[in-house]
């Protein structure tokens, strides 16, 4: 079991940054293969970035590409998403997940666990 805690949402300015962190319970983080998606109102939830095991590989769609970074710190059980650049399309609530095993890494039916959610709100 594998409980995922986000933080680091808010309100912010167009052109502004933020950070996201999720922190994971248990021993077993770098066994996971990890994913931030996002879902607006009246949207589906959408994969906006994942993160390899060791981090060796990023993966993002072309939406936040150059804009979104997501690194990993394994000592911590925490994955982070870094956004730049922020657009008022990226206003979502922004969930990060965990997914054991496979690689169908951006589709959110192939993740175990998921956080809460975190609210971003981005004005203009």
């Known amino acids: 079991q594998v409980q995922l805690v986000e933080s680091g949402g808010g309100l912010v300015q167009a052109g502004g940054s933020l950070r996201l962190s999720c922190a994971a319970s248990?021993?077993?983080?770098?066994?996971?293969?990890m994913g931030w998606f996002r879902q607006a109102p009246g949207k589906e939830r959408e994969f906006v970035a994942g993160?390899?095991?060791?981090?060796?590989?990023?993966y993002y769609p072309e939406s936040v590409k150059g804009r979104f970074t997501i690194s990993r710190d394994n000592a911590k059980n925490t994955v982070y998403l870094q956004m730049n650049s922020l657009k008022p399309e990226d206003t979502s609530v922004y969930y990060c997940?965990?997914?054991?095993?496979?690689?169908?890494?951006?589709?959110?039916?192939?993740?175990?666990?998921w956080g809460q959610g975190i609210q971003v709100t981005v004005f203009s």
């Open positions: 997940a965990a997914l054991r095993y496979g690689s169908s890494w951006s589709s959110q039916s192939a993740y175990d666990y």
């Open positions: 248990g021993r077993t983080f770098s066994s996971y293969f």
């Open positions: 993160i390899s095991r060791y981090g060796a590989g990023t």
